[in-house]
């Protein structure tokens, strides 16, 4: 699932990887699958899917982000399988219908709508049954941390303070919450999103090092609980 052109990060690859993998070991790697990428912005993800054969529906309330999106498709000859949808997490039900997609791909969305269990209700509703969720959220202890390490101890104690900011615990009781199974957890992020390029370029055989590194980690609850995001895959029965 990738992009020849688009230079990823090893985060992004490894989230590539992830969810290659889940989408595989759940049978849903067929093409013509349909996908509904929540608050999908200008298309990276829903670009990569639509390449492989899958339909997808990028819904998102940013005309600029949809503009873009619609671009780039059209420059990748893909506008056949992706199709923009201007709306927001509220009105997903009335924009996609229940039970219509196979894949609903929400990733770093949650932690910005108003309210995430009604998004998170909404994204259940529109899964047909043994459809899934590729779930990637913004995690409050490495939030913390980076702030921290940047010098700005007040923002870092906002975040600390803030009872919207998810960990681990609570995206996995709020995804249970919605009705959905969760299969996997991985962090993403969980080591290479704290090196930095200069750092990565110095190190002989640095970026395949460290994307080994990172699929190493990323299932283990330690790690994932200090990753600055969590990805989770859940299904719906
Ligand atoms: C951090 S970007 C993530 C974009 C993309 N999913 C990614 O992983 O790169 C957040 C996206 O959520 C969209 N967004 C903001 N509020 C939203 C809402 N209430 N419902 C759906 N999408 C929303 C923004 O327009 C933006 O495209």
Not at 155 to 165: E, H, L, S, T
Request: hydrophobic residues 50%; negative net charge; aromatic residues 2%.
């Amino acid at each position: 699932m990738s992009d020849p052109r688009r230079r990823r990060s090893v985060s992004q690859t490894h989230l590539d990887d992830l969810l290659t993998a889940q989408l595989a070991a759940w049978a849903l790697d067929h093409p013509g699958r349909d996908v509904v990428d929540l608050g999908g912005g200008t298309g990276g993800m829903a670009m990569d899917l639509a390449a492989d054969g899958y339909r997808v529906r990028v819904v998102d309330p940013s005309p600029d982000a949809l503009a873009a999106l619609e671009r780039r498709t059209a420059e990748r000859g893909l506008a056949d399988r992706v199709s923009a949808v201007q709306g927001d997490a509220t009105e997903l039900v009335d924009l996609i219908g229940t039970e219509s997609a196979d894949l609903v791909v929400c990733h770093k969305v949650l932690e910005v709508v108003e309210d995430p269990a009604e998004a998170l209700a909404a994204i259940a509703s529109v899964l047909r049954p043994g459809g899934a969720l590729s779930l990637v959220v913004a995690q409050r202890h490495a939030a913390v941390l980076t702030q921290a390490l940047a010098g700005h101890i007040a923002q870092a104690r906002r975040i600390w303070n803030d009872p919207r900011w998810f960990d681990r615990e609570s995206v996995l009781a709020a995804v249970a919450a919605a009705g959905l199974e969760v299969r996997a957890t991985h962090g993403v992020g969980t080591v290479a999103g704290h090196v930095t390029e200069s750092v990565l370029e110095a190190a002989s055989g640095g970026q395949a090092e460290l994307l080994e590194l990172e699929t190493e980690v990323a299932a283990d609850p330690a790690f994932q609980a200090v990753a600055p995001h969590l990805h989770l895959f859940a299904v719906k029965r």
